[in-house]
């Protein structure tokens, strides 16, 4: 199947900074999802990217997708102790299926 | 709210024993899913339907059939449990889009954690 991939897989990020996880495909994606996934919990959808270049924000995110809908990025600010998790990007290929990323895995350090 | 149920959240089987995983969810969607999840492969599709009795394998079908009879419901079959199936399951649905080329949001149960011994 398609794949997706995600950089990096784990990231410990101290509460209060900046970071970004990256989606990358190696073909054409027509949109891309994210999904964040709380310990012991199951993955809740957090956004979709449909458009070239689009730019989405929600409070202290911000996701990407890319002019060439190959890639997309979700950057968060100032991170607090509820970010933790693991964000999974998601692209469509075939009719209704989602590939997933194997998932960033964020500690955060208080 | 969209709700997504699934029968046990842990289950304890026995190697070659028949395992039912079932899922239920309340928002007549077409698309129901099973993935399962390990730690550092991420979430791997195992079967979806896109209706009722259809069904379509995904990337990793070996050792599982599905079973799905009403729109509701949408059921993960194991016909001879191994150790290598210990995993926690994940069951998901959605609408199907009115046009292709478009994936809608995916709604998850809390998932089922299945240890074969």
């Known amino acids: 199947g398609q794949q997706v991939m995600q950089i990096p897989q784990y990231q410990h990020v101290q509460e209060g900074e900046d970071f970004t996880t990256y989606c990358n495909s190696s073909?054409?994606?027509?949109?891309i999802q994210w999904y964040k996934q709380r310990p012991g919990g199951h993955p809740v959808f957090l956004i979709q990217?449909?458009?070239?270049?689009e730019v989405k924000k929600q409070k202290r995110l911000t996701f990407q997708f890319g002019e060439a809908k190959k890639n997309s990025s979700l950057h968060i600010t100032a991170t607090q102790t509820t970010d933790v998790g693991t964000y999974f990007c998601?692209?469509?290929?075939?009719?209704?299926?989602?590939?997933f990323g194997k998932g960033n895995q964020v500690v955060v350090i208080p | 709210d969209v709700k997504v149920t699934q029968s046990s959240r842990y289950l304890v089987k026995r190697t070659g024993e028949k395992v039912f995983l079932e899922c239920v969810q309340d928002?007549?969607?077409?698309?129901m899913f099973w993935y399962r999840q390990d730690p550092g492969l991420g979430l791997r599709l195992i079967y979806f339907?896109?209706?009722?009795?259809?069904?379509e394998k995904g990337d990793i079908p070996e050792g599982y059939s599905v079973s799905r009879e009403k729109k509701e419901r949408f059921s993960l079959i194991l016909e001879s449990a191994s150790t290598n199936q210990t995993s926690m399951y994940l069951c998901?649905?959605?609408?199907?889009?009115?046009?292709?080329?478009?994936?809608?949001?995916?709604?998850f149960g809390p998932g089922t954690r299945l240890t074969v011994t």
């Open positions: 339907s896109y209706d009722v009795k259809m069904k």
């Open positions: 998601a692209g469509r290929y075939g009719n209704n299926r989602l590939a």
């Open positions: 073909t054409t994606l027509s949109n």
């Open positions: 928002m007549d969607h077409e698309n």
């Open positions: 998901a649905s959605s609408f199907r889009p009115l046009t292709s080329g478009r994936a809608l949001e995916q709604y």
């Open positions: 990217l449909v458009k070239s270049g």
